[in-house]
């Protein structure tokens, strides 16, 4: 694996993943649904960098395809330089514990039979640690590692709140001590006044491991706290790339903005109003000709209903998919 310095850890080009709905008796194929649809960008090590987006544009199944958790439709993924779709079973799975990933849901995403010791010492028999003592004391200390105690141990997960669960999620992730970590939507289903510790622990990690993170998120507000650069998503396609200053003091697509006008503004204990996004989101199996946003784009011209607007560089690091810029 190549690890020159001037290689990006990631790098992803035109990725693309097509789901086919199944074909019922008798009925065409349906058109094929386009949940990423040729997206690229990099990562730099040591860098955070947000995917955000509404439900539905495709961050997840982006983070997903990249990892090879599902296979792509086409596309290039390189990590450290080496392509990941060029690589077979047993090459990915050891370059697997170089790249990790914590999911949304702490409890779908662990066996509610196993104990949380067992759980944590997995990854080590996965990559051939088979020392069980050696094993149960890494599983402690990366309970230690996340802010639980020893005493989660021998729990099992229905015994754990969802803040606690979701650290357990962390520790696996951090076991193997990892370059990548895709965080996918973390703290989404945690309470709010839970999702700033586990936010924390996320940036405490980054420096303590020097981790690189993919942090994929609805909230424009965690993305802002968290990530060094955003990639903004609509239906499949990334529509904006900065750095976090520059999406959110200067955001140049519509989508983007309409986006951070969401965000509730509290002022003399009353809510904002603002613009928000108008019109029906396309549907990914059929898509609009031209730009996909131009249905529910407020500054719209001809040009927009007719053509795909490349994603270009408008200033240094700053990339937008919109002709009006």
């Given at each position: ?28 194929q349906?058109?094929p ?22 439900s539905?544009?495709?961050k997840s ?35 697997r ?14 066996n ?26 890494k ?21 754990l709140?969802?803040g ?14 990892p370059k990548?970590?895709v ?15 586990i ?19 609805h ?27 520059q ?14 006008n ?8 009353r ?31 001809k ?23």
């Amino acid at each position: 694996m190549t690890t020159e310095k001037n290689i990006p850890l990631l790098e992803v080009r035109n990725l693309k993943k097509y789901f086919l709905p199944e074909k019922k008796f008798l009925e065409e194929q349906a058109p094929p649904v386009r949940a990423v649809d040729g997206i690229s960008f990099t990562l730099k090590a040591g860098e955070t960098l947000g995917l955000v987006g509404e439900s539905g544009c495709g961050k997840s199944t982006a983070a997903r395809t990249l990892l090879r958790l599902i296979e792509p439709t086409s596309g290039q993924v390189s990590f450290c330089g080496t392509n990941l779709f060029d690589l077979k079973e047993t090459e990915m799975r050891s370059l697997r514990r170089k790249m990790q990933i914590i999911f949304q849901d702490p409890y779908s995403s662990v066996n509610p039979a196993r104990r949380i010791g067992h759980i944590l010492q997995e990854p080590f028999e996965i990559h051939g640690h088979q020392d069980k003592k050696e094993n149960a004391e890494k599983a402690t200390q990366l309970l230690e590692q996340v802010g639980l105690t020893p005493d989660h141990f021998n729990r099992y997960p229905h015994e754990l709140s969802g803040g606690q669960l979701q650290r357990v999620g962390i520790a696996r992730a951090i076991a193997l001590n990892p370059k990548l970590v895709v965080a996918d939507e973390p703290v989404s289903a945690l309470d709010v006044s839970i999702q700033a510790q586990i936010i924390n622990l996320l940036l405490d990690l980054k420096e303590n491991l020097d981790i690189s993170y993919l942090f994929i998120s609805h909230d424009m507000g965690v993305i802002e706290y968290f990530c060094d650069r955003v990639a903004v998503m609509y239906l499949g396609k990334i529509v904006e790339l900065a750095n976090s200053e520059q999406i959110y003091n200067s955001p140049q697509h519509p989508y983007t903005t309409a986006l951070l006008n969401a965000i509730p503004n509290l002022e003399s204990g009353r809510i904002k109003q603002k613009t928000s996004i108008k019109g029906d989101i396309p549907n990914p199996a059929t898509p609009l000709k031209g730009c996909a946003f131009h249905n529910r784009c407020p500054i719209k011209e001809k040009q927009c209903e007719e053509e795909i607007p490349p994603l270009k560089e408008i200033g240094p690091g700053h990339l937008v998919a919109c002709f009006l810029k």
